[in-house]
């Protein structure tokens, strides 16, 4: 069975940092290209950061650009979200989960794929 578990999540104060961690079971992260999603009540899920399997390349969304960082280790399945300087809009659940890129004229979006979900990991930020 296809699995993924995020953890990491926290209540925090603007500012502060976390670090997300995915991690798979019953299959092998190195071939799936990741990303990592957010919702909260009210908006619409939204794609924040991309890995690439095949050399690591990254896409994050402007939201996040310059705070938040992705990295994978392979050798733990596990994929990370480095969450710096975060603010209140930040407040979600994330989620991760195989994804690809699309790039069309007008933007760039990270889709999911595989319908392959874990339970997600709240993370709260107060200003």
């Known amino acids: 069975q296809l699995q993924l578990v995020e953890s990491g999540g926290g209540s925090v104060q603007a500012g502060a940092s976390l670090r997300l961690s995915c991690t798979a079971s019953?299959?092998?992260?190195?071939?799936?290209?990741i990303g990592w999603f957010r919702r909260s009540p009210g908006k619409e899920r939204e794609g924040v950061s991309f890995?690439?399997?095949?050399?690591?390349?990254?896409y994050y969304a402007d939201s996040v650009k310059g705070r938040f960082t992705i990295s994978r280790d392979n050798a733990k399945n596990t994929v990370y979200l480095q969450m710096n300087s975060l603010k209140p809009e930040d407040t979600a659940v994330y989620y991760c989960?195989?994804?690809?890129?699309?790039?069309?004229?007008?933007?760039?979006?990270?889709?999911?794929?595989?319908?392959?979900w874990g339970q997600g990991t709240q993370v709260t930020v107060s200003s």
């Open positions: 019953g299959f092998t992260l190195d071939y799936y290209d």
């Open positions: 989960a195989p994804a690809l890129l699309q790039t069309t004229m007008a933007a760039i979006t990270i889709i999911p794929q595989h319908d392959v």
């Open positions: 890995i690439s399997s095949r050399d690591a390349s990254t």
